[in-house]
């Protein structure tokens, strides 16, 4: 987004820090999303500076910075948790909020564990898939399909107030979603969204998570394969990029304290499609984490 | 779809068997659909086991198996159409209700000679074209454009049991649909579809083919070909996926002797999303059928 | 189209002409539209000769002909102005109207000063962008940002009877679009499309050009980039194919003199769809602009 | 080549004509060559004028125009064995050399019959496959594997003046290019190829056809794939485009009846650098043809 | 291969098994070779039965079997290496030799640590890359750089009888080939291999490996990336795919063990021809290994 | 090259810096070289410390730097031949030597008009086109097919210390060439290349270059293109990369003044191949660079 590149060690200025995690060591797929923050930072120079619907200007709103990418172990999970997790710390604890470009789900894990430091937040959540698995594998802990269920098991994560938008897909077993939400989570397929309608859908988000504090996740499989071909598990019969517009525009005002967009795989999307909407997508988190960082300001 | 492989020898205990057709010698703009039943095949490694919807079990429901693919002869058309039948026959003696990964639509004639052997079917036909031209190239009567006339001259096909939906694109001639229309063919035009939205095109579809045996063709043409750019004769401005799998879906009950997925062509779509949309729909029309044959069983 | 191709210097008997302008030097972003004309050209043997919803014949409503490509100079802007202005005004001259593949959009400037010799015509443009920016880079007055401004400012569009629909993207200022609101363009967004509903969007565009002469300018950027990735300055969450369709069929009965299709670029597009799209657009107008002939015929 | 397109019945100032034969159907595993004249016309823009090399200047030394595609039926092979000889038969009986882009090698049989009325031609033929294979599929005796062996039946080509060139690829049996070495053609394998060294092979292949007329047939799978990917039957471990441009110029000086390029399939080569190869080496022969024409003219 | 695919349980009447390991857990790279086995099922429908130089028919001198996919876990490399462990030694156990599709390189050393339970063997290893390197980020034991050092630490790999070829790009260190050279491997580099010519370079091949028993492992990024640019870690300025065949060729006689072809990556070769490629390689190596099986069996 | 980037006004402690110019407005064929820096830059995170062949380390022999892209103006010829003369002028007079990622061949000029202040230099010049045509277009003095016969007439470069390689491809009259040859231009076309052998056009390279001041100038297309398909004027039958790394590699100890890789066009690669290829050749160059600047600073 032709931001200046600030190193961590000179975080004192900066408000909002566009991260990226190139890691998708917890893929069981299609790899490549280890390539998505750099093809989303080439496909970042159509970004421009005012939103043309909101009229919202994040850059002035906030002083925004790209801070790079966090350091990762292509090779080891656990250790890949640990860097991301120390990395988002320091981030964290310079009063940075973070704007992340993945990277596969599972990194959604340590930024979380890096930042809620204070109690578990709510989420909206976009994606064709719960991720609130429990094991794969044989033992598994750690993958794209279970971040969630780590996080409401660690506390970071109030599934109470958490929303889920997209949701589809075949099932492994009559009992895959249930976990979730027997927690409470508010899962939306598919098939509800667009029975309910977008308008009814930003209503129904909004009052999940309500006051509190909220991170917004948003993988690129909850769009319609054909608006992001490029990526890991795509499943057919999902929403449009317009209406992923519409809906993070509809989260303005809440009290957001990071965001997210991943699985953008650029090796299966030769195009680049997907890199622009996952970058038009960050832009659109990006004004309204602006305008909370303004506002907390006072 | 991970199915056991069996030989046509032993089809005993066979309930369902999910048959290739490597064809497209009925091809008439840009050839490739042959490589299609492969393509799925590779793609169905992610169909999973229980339906996300209707919560339909069909491996539980019925004894699925993938048959192979049907021997073709890659330069001879009439030749092909009987090693079709020949292949079909076997299957259909033996009680297996077939679903076929075409190939171009050509091939849902020899399926049809073989299967519709107690008088005209109904169908559901799910396409951009009518397939019911009559003569190519001065004097052809077999090609991708005519199976069905062919099928109703032969009274395999009931035109007065038929609806088509999705058809557009420009004509030839003021008087290339009329054949059918003058059979009794009930066209849902692109335009019409949209009019009436798709709960009024189901129930309009379910009206049409009423309780009798009905077979459900699908060429992927009907859809918009952002959702299937590599089939053989693509028109702007179709369904998409979602509504693809909700009609489907809206089908439910009736009684099915069969169905297809045709007109993947591999070569035209890099990608693959094409064939990962071609085997959704299978499997969408795989729990209908699989219902069918449980109720049959009493 | 399978159209005869005809040489400039007899055009005696031809009504409408097909026309290619292979230029890309307007362009800021991504190059590549000088390939378009030909690209076009090959995906239009899928042409035919009825439209299938109005049974309109273009080709024997009107005597249509394939003009061929535009001279162009691929290193000089204004030189290239200059011979796309005088091949055009040939063609005017003849009395031909004027159907034309870009190239990018600024090739619609030098069409408009060959045909525009009779007061400023009406628009309907559809675009992403409103193209009727000042200035890029230091003062250079000619990019495919800044066409309608000159054309403007030159007499030959009338701003108070232009309307542009699906107009978005990012701003780079408060004022970016505001030159052309005050001169009285009406601007649709897409978030306004959307909320209008197709039908309103047609009658609005109706209102605004009324019974002029009026010019109708399709950049494929206006479609959402899945329908047409290969173009030079994708902005995600557009309008599809078949609404385009429909908005183009409910401009039928207007003074229509002329119209283009622009921005189809095929190096971003491997897969040709965009220009499928594209000479498929083409059609469509063809077909208003035939019957507009044979009306003023007689 | 920016040629001037003739039609049939005006031929008679035409030395060399460049023609296409867009069709596919003897095709045993990859379609698409149907698709190759055309792109090998787009590409051939890149074509001037003077070889850079032999410095012949074909369009000067003999009167060439492109005479279009020939008719073909794309779902019939013998009528399009028909039409193709037909069309054949009426360039050469107006006294025209005809300069071929396939199609794939099948189209190779008809041309011959048009034009080999005065006794059998001597052949260079490259190639990966030898194309004398007798039936496939149980009694097809006219695909893109058999040209060569109607062709020696039939009389038109003498095996004794026959040399293939670059042949390789595992075989089905122990004798499937016995038939053809039995006839007298002399095979260089490409192993040979590479132990003999470029001007051997050509010395080789001059002494083989000596002085009698010959044909000129450049299947593009004699190539390395990496060469020509787009291509139906590719098989790794060939030749390079220089050493092909090297042979060809080699044959400078034979009495030449007639050449073509075939096998060209763009679905399999999104890049275009396979026709870019097609149409490179068309203008090779189109140089050696030239100045044989320019010789017999006296 | 069109070869009867067998499950582990009744290995009793197979000699040579084809198996694939769908793993690129150890990449450090560009991840997608666990996608290599099937694409190289998918092309080897052009595999044929005898080889058209040796003439050796290994589908008749040994009894083949394709043995399926070993199992792995993407997540997790000490559990995967386990488990291919398990799956080879299962096979080594029931007298079957291995050829396997890769996978990225590490996946050589479990099957190396199964089937070399008699002391280490020689190698004929082709490749960019040493693959000798220690460790990684920060005490990886285990990647697709390190397979040999292990393989040589762990008694498997004798490196007096080991021979690389192709060896080049850049290195991070003066001593990242130090080690392997030290314990004696032979190390021809590429500027070696070409200075060399190819009949000395197979002669020291033979020399290295002497009588020994012998594993051939071929990592395809030892082409030149034009004909295998489907690879994860591509090194430009390599060997063709002509060279690699005769060079393999050149093996026959060896006392052959096992063999390998690894790092095919079909998202980064949507062509496919590096699949292409690689399951020829295979075909050659299987050729070698069938006429060892039967000289075995006397 | 994981170099850090260092801003303009900062230069004193570098000695060479690795620059872009993103631009493509001399381009008369296919555009899109304008993307060539940012995918090198991408592509270069393969380059490691130490020269496999060479053992020479450069960033250890100097302090090398990425200094960013020039400015251009993508539609404006004259204005961007003066912004990029001015930033070279910059870096030139801070004593930093450039290398340089185009953009079109053009760019060569205005790097040469800032840095040859003291007399003509040499060039060794590796090319399929000599770039010394004198207009185009009617008038044109400024494409990338004239760079250097501008810098001739303009005394930066000298004719009789020039030897282009690779030179291939049609003529357009028998003039073409004629006028570099008269000045004194060496010209080894590729028949010459491939008749010599690379030691004795190394050899030559040299003699002709002699002692004095000489820039390397290395456009992609001198390759074949299967090695760089992703550029805008290929033309079949060139040299590979193996083979242009050891002449690069042969010109080491000659007295250089900068380099440059032109002409890499990712639109028309989307396997990246062409740009790996690019940084791959820059940092052989980068290596010669390396030696020069640590002699001289003795």
């Known amino acids: 987004m032709r931001l200046p590149h600030i190193a961590l060690d000179d975080l004192s200025d900066v408000e909002i820090g566009v991260c990226g995690v190139p890691w998708d060591g917890g893929t069981t797929n299609r790899p490549g999303a280890r390539h998505g923050p750099r093809q989303m930072r080439d496909l970042s120079t159509m970004v421009r500076s005012v939103h043309h619907v909101s009229k919202l ?8 910075a790209d801070l790079g990418d966090s350091p990762v172990n292509p090779i080891d999970i656990e250790d890949t948790l640990a860097r991301v997790e120390t990395y ?25 564990r890096a930042i809620c430091d ?44 958490t929303v889920q938008i997209g949701i589809r897909g075949g099932l492994y077993g009559d009992f895959d979603n249930d976990w ?18 977008i308008e009814a859908v930003i209503a129904e988000a909004r009052r999940v998570v309500g006051d509190g504090k909220t991170y917004v996740s948003f993988d690129v499989d909850g769009l ?8 890991g598990t795509p499943e057919i019969g999902g929403f449009s990029t317009h209406d992923a517009q519409r809906m993070i ?50």
């Not at 988002?88 to 340590?110: E, F, M, Q, R």
């Not at 802990?141 to 599934?159: V, W």
């Not at 319609?224 to 990526?231: K, S």
């Not at 195009?271 to 909407?277: E, F, I, K, Q, R």
Request: aromatic share 8%; proline share 7%; hydrophobic share 35%.
């Open 57 to 64: 200007k994040p850059f002035e709103l906030a002083n925004c």
């Open 118 to 161: 204070q109690g578990p937040v709510g989420m909206v959540h976009f994606d064709a898939h719960t991720d609130t698995w429990d094991r794969y594998f044989g033992g598994s802990k750690y993958t794209h399909g279970t971040p969630f269920r780590r996080a409401i098991e660690e506390g970071l994560l109030d599934p109470k107030r």
């Open 180 to 197: 979730g939400l027997e927690q409470g989570i508010r899962v939306i397929t598919i098939e509800e969204y667009f029975d309910l309608g």
């Open 249 to 298: 525009r509809g989260l303005r005002g809440l009290d957001l304290v990071g965001g997210d967009v991943v699985e953008v795989s650029p090796p299966f999307d030769p195009s680049g499609n997907t890199a622009l909407v996952g970058v038009t997508i960050m832009f659109e988190i990006l004004c309204l984490l602006a305008e909370c960082v303004a506002g907390r300001r006072g």
């Open 88 to 112: 988002y710390k320091s981030i964290h604890d310079a009063g940075v909020v973070p704007l992340t470009a993945g990277g596969d789900h599972l990194i959604t894990l340590p930024v979380m």
């Open 224 to 231: 319609d394969p054909v608006y992001a071909p490029g990526t």
